[in-house]
């Protein structure tokens, strides 16, 4: 999946989560064929439970938060069905995408988060001497909360 591949590059220099927030396609709901059959979580056991089954199928390493049963998360930041948003270091909204599924741009966030947390100069600088692998030369630095 395209956004584990963003994870891998940046997990080392920014703080990653996804964030489960309520089912998009519920069994109970709203669902495309194409979908498997999970019924709207009631509980927030549940909700857990579906969130590492996804995790899972989808085989994402990408930490997983769990949006409350009020929805707060979702609510807050308008994100369902799915929403990519980046956050800088003083939690400000550094980029937000439309809404899911067209609207779930992985490359263009990629592009605002190249932005935000560029390689360290050290890697920049192996990068242009031809170094396949810029980033073994110096771990950059984690993005502060």
């Known amino acids: 999946m395209r956004l584990q591949e963003v994870y891998d590059c940046f ?3 920014a703080d990653f989560y996804w964030i489960y927030v309520r089912e998009a396609h519920p069994s109970d709901g709203f669902r495309p064929a194409r979908h498997v059959s999970i ?3 009631t509980t927030f056991g ?14 994402l390493t990408i930490p997983v938060l769990v949006d409350d049963m009020e929805d707060t ?10 929403r ?4 800088n270091s003083e ?5 937000r995408g439309d809404r899911g599924p067209r609207g779930f741009k992985v490359d263009e966030m ?15 600088s192996s990068a242009s001497k031809g170094n396949k692998n810029p980033r073994s030369t110096r771990r950059p630095p984690k993005l502060r909360r």
């Open 84 to 87: 990519l948003f980046i956050l």
């Open 110 to 124: 990629e592009q605002a988060l190249a932005k935000l947390v560029p390689a360290s100069s050290v890697a920049q």
């Open 39 to 41: 019924e709207q979580p």
């Open 11 to 13: 997990k080392d220099r």
């Open 91 to 95: 939690g400000t909204i550094a980029y």
């Open 73 to 82: 998360v979702a609510k807050a930041y308008n994100a369902l069905p799915d």
């Open 46 to 59: 549940r909700r857990t439970q579906v969130a590492s089954t996804c995790s899972a199928d989808l085989k």
